[in-house]
C-alpha cells in the first residue's frame, strides 16, 4: 500500500511545522525590558502547554486513523489510486474531527473495562485537568490585575501633574495594546481548554451525563435592569479584583448571577464586569451566592468532578470575554 505514505509523511511533517512554530517568544512576542507584567504574561502562557499537548496527540491520531479508514472504504469500492487518495483526505478531515471528540473516552475504555475502575480514571484525568485550568485562571487574573495596576498609576500620575495629558494618553494606549496581547494568549489557551473539554464532553455523556445540567444549575436567567446608582465594575468576582471602570445610574444593563456573591454585568454599549449580586435584588443575589466552582475539592466523585470542570471551563471563557471587552476601551480613561 505505497499510496498511504505520502499523506502519512504529510500528516507527520504538518505536526512537526506547528509544533516548531509555538515557542514560547512566537506566542507571546519578544521581551525589550519595557513591561512591567511580563512575568505574569510568561506565567498564564507557560500553563498553556499542558492543554496543548495531549490535544495535538489526539487530533493526530485521530486524523490518521480516518485517513487509514478513508483509504480502505474507497479500495474496498474498487477504487483506483486517485479515489483512494481521496478517501484518504477526507477520511482525516473527518477522523480528526471524530478522534478529537471520542479519542479519550475510547482509549480509557480499552484501558479499563470494569466500570467503576473506568469513573476512578477519569476522575482522576478531570481532577488534574481542574487544577491546571485553575492554574491558568489564577495566572490570567494575576497578569489582569497588573495591567490595570499599571493603568490605575498612570492615572494617578496624571491627575498628580507628575506626567503630560500627551504622555498619560500614550501610556494608557501602550496598556490597552499590551492588554489585547494578553487576551490573544488567553484566547489560544481557551481554544485548547475548549478542544479538550470536548473529549471531556463526551466522556461525561457515558459516566455522568447529568453533569451539564449540574453546572447550568449555578446560572441564574439574565434579567434587564435599570441601575439606580453608579455602580463600580470588577474584572472578575472577586473582592480582591480592581475596579477598572462603572456602570453610571439609570442605566440600563443585563444582570446574570455568577458565583461568590457577584454578578455579571453588562451594558447595551458591551461593557462587561462584575459587582455584588445584592445590589440587584433577592433572585440575583441568592443564586450567585453558590460556591465558587473553583472552591471545590480537587478529588471526588466522577460526576461531581465532570460539573466543575464545566464549570470551570465556562469561568475561564468568561473571563476571556471580559478581558476582551477592556481591551477595546473601557477601563482605560484618564478620569475614573
Do not use: W
Request: aromatic share 6%.
Amino acid at each position: 500500500m505505497r499510496f498511504m505514505h505520502r499523506p502519512m509523511a504529510l500528516i507527520a511533517s504538518a505536526s512537526i511545522f506547528l509544533a516548531a512554530c509555538t515557542t514560547q517568544s512566537g506566542r507571546i512576542g519578544g521581551d525589550d525590558g519595557s513591561d512591567a507584567c511580563r512575568p505574569q504574561l510568561v506565567q498564564l502562557d507557560s500553563t498553556g502547554n499542558y492543554f496543548g499537548e495531549d490535544i495535538i496527540r489526539g487530533a493526530a491520531v485521530g486524523a490518521t486513523g480516518g485517513a487509514f479508514l478513508g483509504g480502505l472504504i474507497a479500495a474496498a469500492r474498487g477504487g483506483n489510486t486517485r479515489n483512494v487518495l481521496t478517501g484518504v483526505g477526507i477520511g482525516a478531515v473527518a477522523g480528526g474531527v471524530t478522534g478529537a471528540a471520542a479519542g479519550y473516552i475510547t482509549a480509557r475504555r480499552q484501558q479499563y473495562s470494569d466500570q467503576a475502575q473506568l469513573n476512578q480514571a477519569i476522575a482522576q484525568d478531570v481532577s488534574t485537568e481542574n487544577q491546571q485550568i485553575d492554574r491558568s485562571q489564577r495566572a490570567f487574573d494575576l497578569l489582569l490585575d497588573c495591567r490595570m495596576a499599571t493603568a490605575a498609576r498612570i492615572r494617578g500620575d496624571f491627575a498628580a501633574g507628575k506626567i503630560s495629558r500627551e504622555q498619560a494618553q500614550a501610556g494608557m494606549q501602550y496598556v490597552r495594546a499590551k492588554l489585547a496581547n494578553d487576551v490573544a494568549v488567553a484566547q489560544r489557551i481557551n481554544e485548547r481548554i475548549g478542544a479538550r473539554g470536548a473529549q471531556f464532553d463526551t466522556a461525561f455523556t457515558e459516566v455522568a451525563p447529568v453533569a451539564r445540567d449540574q453546572a447550568g444549575a449555578r446560572i441564574g436567567r439574565t434579567m434587564p435592569v435599570t441601575t439606580a446608582g453608579v455602580i463600580p465594575l470588577r474584572l472578575r468576582p472577586d473582592t480582591a479584583a480592581p475596579e477598572f471602570t462603572q456602570v453610571e445610574a439609570r442605566e440600563r444593563v443585563t444582570v446574570r448571577p455568577a458565583h461568590s456573591g457577584y454578578a455579571l454585568i453588562e451594558t447595551e454599549g458591551g461593557v462587561r464586569g462584575y459587582a455584588p449580586a445584592e445590589m440587584f435584588g433577592g433572585a440575583a443575589d441568592a443564586q450567585s451566592r453558590q460556591a465558587s466552582p473553583n472552591a471545590q475539592p480537587a478529588t471526588g466523585d466522577v460526576r461531581q468532578l465532570a460539573a466543575t470542570n464545566i464549570a470551570r471551563r465556562d469561568n475561564f471563557a468568561e473571563s476571556v470575554a471580559t478581558a476582551n471587552a477592556a481591551a477595546s476601551g473601557q477601563g482605560f480613561e484618564l478620569a475614573s
